[in-house]
């Protein structure tokens, strides 16, 4: 169960997100690197947690436009922010678009 704060960013109802936003938020390769580490693991990731070759202000400029495009799940547990892809939730509302975008990521590695 995610717990949510008044700490805790706002997320988009998927209905509202389009191909286009979700697209253009896959499109950069450290983002996608983000969406396939969340895709692996097996609980939420705290934001300092990923393997990522950027700084932390660029991480965070990241992981925004994920929240923002309905990829991710962002919630403070204590003091750290976590982590989640939006996994069933994306997938009713764009079937089989994660799990290929997850597996070209992985294939290209």
């Not at 896959?26 to 690197?33: A, E, K, N």
């Not at 495009?69 to 403070?76: N, T, V």
Request: with cysteine; glycine share 6%.
């Amino acid at each position: 169960m995610v717990r949510m704060d008044d700490r805790t960013p706002p997320h988009p109802d998927l209905r509202d997100v389009t191909l286009q936003q979700v697209l253009e938020a896959l499109v950069d390769p450290v983002r996608r690197s983000i969406v396939t580490q969340l895709w692996d693991a097996t609980e939420d990731v705290k934001c300092g947690g990923f393997d990522l070759p950027v700084s932390k202000s660029t991480a965070t400029h990241h992981f925004n436009v994920l929240r923002e495009a309905g990829l991710i799940r962002q919630y403070y547990a204590g003091t750290s922010r976590l982590n989640s892809l939006r996994g069933d939730e994306f997938e009713a509302a764009f079937p089989g678009l994660l799990e290929a975008i997850v597996a070209a990521d992985l294939a290209a590695a």
